[in-house]
């Protein structure tokens, strides 16, 4: 059993950046692929980002260049530093942990109870 807390999220404007974290418990986070996706109003659960247990990171076109991922296995935590940020990025951010890397939400069994990010324009 892996519980996840996200937090970093808040209200701001286009251009700024915020950092995102999410804390997990258990002593085998390091096993897991960790990802992180978003849901804005009336859309579907959307991938943003993952990094595997052996560090190989993949992103959603669309954040490339402005979202980064990354992990410290001793702190049990993952992180998503996102910059650059534009109005469309609004959403709930989720953090997931699962067994593979992928961009389907059906192969991540654990998942935060997510956190808000509002980007003005």
């Known amino acids: 059993q892996v519980q996840l807390v996200e937090s970093g999220g808040g209200l701001v404007q286009a251009g700024d950046s915020l950092r995102l974290s999410c804390a997990a418990s258990?002593?085998?986070?390091?096993?897991?692929?960790m990802g992180w996706f978003r849901q804005a109003p009336g859309k579907d659960r959307e991938f943003v980002a993952a990094?595997?247990?052996?560090?190989?990171?993949d992103l959603l076109d669309s954040v490339k260049g402005r979202f980064t991922i990354s992990r410290v296995n001793a702190k049990n935590t993952v992180y998503l530093q996102m910059d650059s940020l534009k109005p469309e990025d609004t959403a709930v951010y989720y953090c997931?942990?699962?067994?593979?890397?992928?961009?389907?939400?059906?192969?991540?069994?654990?998942w935060g109870q997510g956190t808000q990010v509002t980007v003005s324009s």
């Open positions: 997931a942990a699962g067994g593979i890397t992928t961009r389907s939400s059906a192969g991540y069994a654990y």
């Open positions: 990094i595997s247990r052996n560090w190989i990171t």
């Open positions: 258990g002593r085998t986070f390091s096993v897991y692929t």
